[in-house]
């Protein structure tokens, strides 16, 4: 089945202590995306990743890193997690682009909070 | 730089009754549209997209939107609501620039 994968779902961790959230497809898709969702907010996406080894900063990269070392794989990682990342987070895929015209295929989130 | 807006937060209807919901963006040229649907506890999934010709395009689950140029709308429309449907929608823009943008979403409750 065609799908992203994120991992954990469910994570609570305190202050200051390095996490990393996994993201994984198996549709050989070039376009991989993180976005966390806040109430009222919609979604922001924090980082992108157009191909291999080519990363860059969406609208809410600070605290946050990400790496794109194989095409399936695209890892969240929050070197000193805050309270203010809580939040609900979403990878996407696309088969090119910015999903302009594949639209993107969404992970089922992963629920982070940061006490 | 462009955006997304969705001015119901939230929006109950009965079953079996119709539903619009309303999606405005403010951009220059003509974007690629989209709405997505999230059921509680799941991520995204793709309803239905715009990017030229026939103005009314028909998605999955029986969902249709329209693309309005002069109003800058694309509305989401369904003609009879089922309590499946309870989710909450999103509308989001793609420029040329190839930034996706979202709206804030609006929570849809089916009344029995």
């Known amino acids: 089945e065609a799908q992203v994968t994120q991992n954990p779902r469910y994570l609570i961790t305190v202050t200051g202590k390095k996490l990393t959230v996994t993201c994984s497809q198996n549709?050989?898709?070039?376009?991989m995306s993180w976005y966390r969702q806040d109430p009222g907010l919609g979604l922001r996406q924090i980082y992108y990743?157009?191909?291999?080894?080519?990363?860059d900063k969406g609208d809410v990269p600070e605290g946050y890193k990400v790496s794109r070392k194989e095409k399936r794989n695209f890892p969240l990682i929050l070197e000193s997690p805050s309270p203010n990342q809580t939040s609900l987070y979403f990878c996407a895929s696309s088969l090119s682009g910015v999903g302009g015209v594949y639209g993107y295929t969404f992970g089922s989130g992963t629920r982070l909070t940061v006490v | 730089a462009q955006s997304v807006t969705q001015p119901d937060i939230h929006i109950t209807v009965s079953e079996g009754a119709s539903l619009e919901l309303r999606c405005n963006y403010s951009?220059?040229?003509?974007?690629?549209l989209f709405w997505y649907v999230q059921s509680p506890g799941q991520g995204l999934q793709l309803l239905l997209k715009y990017f030229s010709g026939d103005t009314l395009v028909q998605g999955i689950k029986g969902f249709e939107a329209e693309f309005k140029r002069s109003q800058s709308s694309f509305n989401l429309r369904k003609p009879s609501v089922h309590w499946s449907d309870a989710a909450e929608y999103f509308c989001?823009?793609?420029?040329?620039?190839?930034?996706?943008?979202f709206g804030a979403g609006t929570r849809l409750t089916v009344k029995p």
């Open positions: 989001a823009v793609v420029d040329n620039n190839n930034d996706m943008r």
């Open positions: 951009y220059g040229a003509t974007p690629y």
């Open positions: 990743s157009m191909n291999v080894e080519v990363t």
């Open positions: 549709m050989n898709h070039e376009y």
